[in-house]
């Protein structure tokens, strides 16, 4: 960090000055930077090859790609994918070169939002990442199997990042107030334990927003008579533009697991009030359609499987239209999986075909079901079912439980 930088440093937003600067720093994430994990000892022993951090916003994955770029002795150039195009990318490769043969140091390409690259832009650096002039690590909030060209992924290792904890959030959170060097300690700042709770719950796992609500809070908050900056659950409401549950955070689950079983016993009034109820607490509606989701294959499952294709669709028309106006899909996926007939044929089938799988780990196919090539031995006896008019009477489970059946018809499965 050069004079320029230290100076502006303070300016900065408090999720940007509170970034943990090593690996001990750094918050949640235990799966994947726990002690001794393979990431952690890559990073230690600077041999971490191309890579993809993915997962929601204000998890960590460009601190942890920061926290690698001062770790280690490679030279490292950061881009963003929705700024940088093909020659700067042709530019880091051919720096990367000399550098890599003059002065024998590797070369780490950051790049944020990667999935925003083109598919012309990541085949430019391909030839690069498989020479070894550099090594790619790209950082998104998509899923780079579906984002992103196979090409890049098949050449990376992919580290998922999951939401924080509240309780993740809430240590940083009093950090920050307490932190004279980085965060909030010289403006003389008390705050009550259920603002941090409230902040913490409806950052929704994203410290950023969780840091930039508490900072906002503190800078428009007027000092007591005592000099003293109080942070109660109100200026916590306003700061993060969500309203406390009108009982406590239990209440969440509570509404939660009633809307759910007002789905599956069929109840449409009790279903949308306790969607309502939550979606004017501050609970974000895309945890509500993803419980509708559930319960489209679990409780009407075949009765009906229209049901979570509507689900699905109004989850997609939500995610288009945003609030207000998604709410109406949401509520009409609603109405469809109440009014429904009910049926827990599948997961009924799934869980006893599970324990199956489990108990009987070791059992082996019917040879005719095997690979045609096995072990080079040719293989008959298999019936092709469109031979025979699209079904025929066959075994297709081993031997030893050929007559086993996991699916047990429901009468409101619908008849195919």
């Known amino acids: 960090m050069d004079l320029f930088d230290f100076a502006q440093k303070p300016a900065a937003p408090l999720s940007e000055r509170m970034r943990p600067e090593t690996v001990g720093e750094f918050v949640g994430q235990g799966h994947l930077v726990g002690k001794d994990s393979l990431l952690v000892r890559a990073i230690k022993a600077d041999v971490l090859g191309s890579c993809i951090f993915y997962g929601p916003p204000g998890t960590g994955k460009t601190t942890l790609s920061n926290i690698i ?72 909030t998509e899923n780079p199997y579906a984002s992103m060209t196979n090409a890049i992924v098949s050449r990376c290792r992919i580290f998922e990042f999951k939401r924080l904890s509240a309780d993740d ?25 259920d603002a941090v709770d409230h902040i913490a719950f409806f950052a929704g ?129 609603i109405l469809y999986v109440c009014k429904a007939k009910k049926s827990n044929s599948v997961v009924a089938a799934m869980g006893a075909a599970s324990e199956a799988a489990k108990k009987y780990a070791d059992l082996e196919p019917p040879k005719y079901l095997r690979d045609i090539n096995y072990k080079g031995e040719k293989i008959t006896g298999y019936k092709y079912p469109h031979d025979y008019g699209g079904w025929v009477e066959q075994q297709y489970l081993p031997d030893e439980i050929k007559d086993k059946k996991f699916y047990i018809e429901n009468p409101n499965d619908k008849k195919q």
Not at 98 to 126: F, I, M, N, P
């Open 69 to 140: 770029a001062s770790t280690t002795d490679s030279h490292f150039e950061k881009l963003n994918a929705v700024a940088s195009g093909v020659a700067d990318a042709k530019r880091v490769i051919e720096e990367a070169k000399e550098r890599l043969k003059t002065q024998g140091k590797k070369t780490y390409l950051l790049l944020d939002e990667c999935h925003r690259w083109s598919k012309a832009q990541s085949d430019s650096v391909l030839a690069a990442i498989e020479a070894g002039y550099i090594i790619f690590v790209g950082s998104t």
């Open 169 to 193: 959030i809430k240590a940083v959170l009093y950090r920050a107030v307490s932190d004279k060097r980085k965060g909030l300690g010289n403006y003389n700042v008390c705050i009550d334990a």
């Open 205 to 333: 796992g994203d410290l950023r927003t969780a840091l930039n609500s508490l900072e906002l809070a503190v800078l428009t908050t007027a000092p007591d008579e005592n000099g003293v900056i109080k942070i109660d659950l109100t200026a916590a409401e306003q700061s993060i533009q969500r309203k406390a549950l009108s009982i406590d955070e239990s209440a969440y689950y509570d509404n939660l697991s009633a809307f759910c079983k007002s789905l599956r016993g069929s109840d449409p009034n009790a279903a949308l009030f306790y969607s309502e109820r939550m979606i004017r607490a501050g609970i974000d509606p895309l945890i509500i359609f993803r419980r509708l989701l559930a319960h489209s294959a679990e409780d009407v499952g075949l009765a009906d499987p229209n049901a979570l294709v509507v689900a699905a669709a109004a989850m997609t028309a939500y995610e288009k239209m945003g609030y207000p106006e998604g709410i109406i899909p949401l509520s009409e996926a």
